[in-house]
């Protein structure tokens, strides 16, 4: 039988993409529902702060220790759990890297996962945000996921609807926080019934360079990988979590009297009624795209993306909180972070 290793003073820099050094207390990785079960009746884990730790990729170590456990989330397996037709539903352990799940699907011809393409990070935390990229979001395949209650020890399938997703949003960041997403359930297309997404013009316009006249699931997932490539820093290369704000989203009364006070402020109508105005925008405005102080800066391609040259997770939230003041203060708007703050 299988006993659970508790790791002490790690350093997490190597399991966060801001690759920002904090020493964590204790580590544990869970490979599946027993190590959950054996956590959970260990004394020594309800004295403790937890975390649920993925591919660090949406996460911001802003104190140098973790004073508590760190749930390193390993569960592997991509298993079909049946088919017809149109489409095939896969159950998807959450330890899993999400571009792993995304290539599966491209070699198996099964749409619905191409926009998706090159997001880092593992299938469990994928529904934390709902994460969503050119036109496409997690809420749009999934069925149900299964979770463990961190604090009650139970198990529980949730709905897709139960899970409350919003843009960058879900129950998971508000009412649901204390568990442990162990598996998804998804729904994907056959090929010849699936319907791609290739509305966005900077999407049609990689498509056109690289000579695609009928587009595919394949072709459509090489092009967001191409865009991808061109517009964020690879997190190997110089640490970072993507995009550090998330958009602002307003209603209609409030979008109108911004656009009063500021006439140039792009707002973008969503399917839902509400208005969105790209936080990167308001960041640039503000004259922060391409800064850097000391070890941090804002990318310079890329306004949404704070970069980490060699800094502690402190001073990368300095910069965030100078940044939301400037903002505030020239635009009246309030920029919420995407990534989370541990
Ligand atoms: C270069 C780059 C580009 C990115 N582009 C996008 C993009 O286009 N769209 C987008 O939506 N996101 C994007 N992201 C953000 C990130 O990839 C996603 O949010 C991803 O889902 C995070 O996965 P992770 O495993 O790394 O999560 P982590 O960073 O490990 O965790 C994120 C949060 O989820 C919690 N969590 C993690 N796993 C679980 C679990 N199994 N159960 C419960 N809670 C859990 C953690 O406690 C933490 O609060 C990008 C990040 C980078 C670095």
């Not at 049946?82 to 995304?102: A, F, I, K």
């Not at 790209?278 to 993306?305: M, T």
Request: glycine share 10%; aromatic share 8%; with cysteine.
């Amino acid at each position: 039988m299988s006993y659970l290793c508790w790791e002490e003073s790690v350093d997490l820099r190597q399991y966060n993409t801001f690759n920002v050094c904090s020493i964590a207390r204790y580590l544990v990785r869970i490979r599946g529902m027993e190590d959950l079960k054996k956590l959970h009746v260990s004394p020594r884990f309800h004295g403790l702060r937890n975390l649920v730790l993925g591919g660090g990729s949406n996460i911001l170590f802003a104190t140098q220790d973790f004073d508590g456990v760190i749930l390193k989330n390993e569960i592997g397996g991509i298993e079909l759990l049946s088919q017809d037709d149109h489409s095939t539903v896969l159950r998807v352990g959450g330890g899993v890297e999400w571009t792993s799940l995304v290539k599966y699907c491209i070699e198996n011809g099964l749409g619905g996962l191409e926009n998706l393409s090159l997001i880092p990070g593992t299938v469990g935390a994928a529904p934390i945000q709902n994460i969503g990229a050119y036109g496409a979001e997690l809420s749009d395949v999934i069925l149900s996921l299964e979770i463990f209650n961190l604090s009650t020890g139970e198990v529980t399938t949730m709905s897709r609807d139960e899970c409350l997703f919003e843009y960058r949003d879900s129950i998971f960041k508000r009412e649901l926080k204390n568990v442990f997403i162990t598996c998804l359930i998804i729904r994907v297309n056959k090929e010849r019934f699936h319907c791609l997404n290739t509305e966005y013009s900077s999407v049609q316009d990689i498509l056109q360079e690289q000579g695609v006249i009928t587009p595919t699931i394949r072709s459509v997932s090489e092009a967001i990988c191409i865009l991808r490539r061109r517009k964020l820093p690879d997190p190997k290369i110089v640490g970072n979590a993507g995009s550090f704000f998330k958009n602002f989203v307003c209603d209609d009364f409030l979008s109108q009297s911004l656009v009063k006070r500021n006439p140039q402020i792009p707002i973008f109508p969503k399917p839902d009624r509400s208005f969105m105005i790209p936080a990167a925008w308001l960041i640039e405005g503000c004259g922060w795209k391409g800064k850097r102080v000391g070890e941090v800066g804002v990318f310079s391609n890329h306004a949404l993306v704070l970069v980490n040259y060699g800094s502690r997770g402190g001073e990368i939230m300095s910069m965030a909180k100078l940044i939301v003041q400037d903002v505030q203060a020239q635009y009246g708007i309030e920029l919420t972070p995407e990534v989370n703050i541990a």
